[in-house]
């Protein structure tokens, strides 16, 4: 089924617009993808008021276990952060975010932001990619399972064989992650990243030492649900817990969509 393609200009547009909820618009009548990404806030300069997450997705039952499908986050699971609380940070935490300067408030231009995902085309990292407004698939085998975030085509392997973290890991972006089941619930323990990118889009910081939890439950055939700890012992002065919730949709594909052949879109506000 055809769908309207995630344009990078929209979306570099949007990122100089003072944003209020991560609103993801509803797939239309004719079965088309949206335009996706976060719409201005109406008072220029200020954060505008997050709408409250839509609910959850009624959808008859699947197997818990099988957490294939095209997901998409729901409607106010988005935007500059996420939902709920924002986090207690240690000194250094509280320092390092002083620094940032993010575009996806309004606070910042494109020419004056130092966000790493848009100036330097630097993968997000965990949890943060699942803020950026695009679709992810998610493929089980017996050893792994992959995520394909549409997002610059990040491609992630959580090992499920019953291996442990490396003791010799090289800092990455994405971390390395192991999975395993808990019940009904997959959980992922991710360790190893390198401290150049953000916790979320606003410019929340994190070190070498984040340590991020996620607890994926599969509630129906249509609803995915996501818990998220952020462990830190540097920049946060206790866990961070977030949610995201997620609608299958299954009439989508994941397109290209690359950072790299957009390297100039600084000057795409001139």
């Known amino acids: ?33 949206p335009a996706q990404g976060n719409q201005p806030a109406a008072n220029p300069g ?19 276990h099988d957490l294939t499908g095209i997901w998409n986050a729901r409607r106010g699971y988005g935007g500059d952060t996420y939902t709920g609380g924002t986090p207690e940070f240690t000194s250094w935490g509280e320092e390092q975010f002083k620094k940032a300067k993010s575009s996806n408030g309004g606070q910042y231009t494109l020419q004056e932001t130092n966000d790493p995902v848009i100036t ?11 803020l950026q407004p695009f679709p992810l698939q998610i493929v089980q085998t017996p050893k792994e399972a992959i995520i394909l975030y549409e997002y610059d085509h990040t491609v992630r392997h959580i090992f499920t064989d019953g291996r442990k973290h490396p003791e010799d890991l090289t800092p990455t972006y994405m971390g390395d992650s192991i999975g395993r089941w808990d019940g009904d619930t997959f959980v992922v323990d991710t360790v190893g990243f390198n401290n150049k990118s953000w916790l979320d889009r606003a410019g929340r910081p994190h070190s070498d030492q984040l340590h991020v939890i996620e607890r994926f439950q599969r509630m129906n055939q249509n609803d995915l649900e996501i818990d998220v700890t952020m462990e830190d012992s540097k920049a946060l002065a206790k866990p961070w817990n977030v949610h995201m919730g997620f ?21 795409f506000e001139k």
């Open 247 to 267: 609608q299958l949709r299954p009439d989508w594909t994941i397109q290209e969509q690359v950072c790299a052949d957009n390297g100039d879109f600084v000057s």
């Open 46 to 64: 200020q954060q505008g008021t997050r709408r409250g997450p839509a609910p959850p997705v009624q959808g008859p039952p699947h197997d818990p």
């Open 1 to 33: 089924m055809m769908r309207k393609a995630s344009g990078w200009a929209a979306f570099l547009l949007i990122g100089v617009l003072v944003i209020c909820a991560g609103a993801r618009a509803q797939e239309s009548s004719a079965g088309q993808r």
């Open 120 to 130: 330097k085309c630097y993968p997000p990292g965990v949890p943060r990619i699942y």
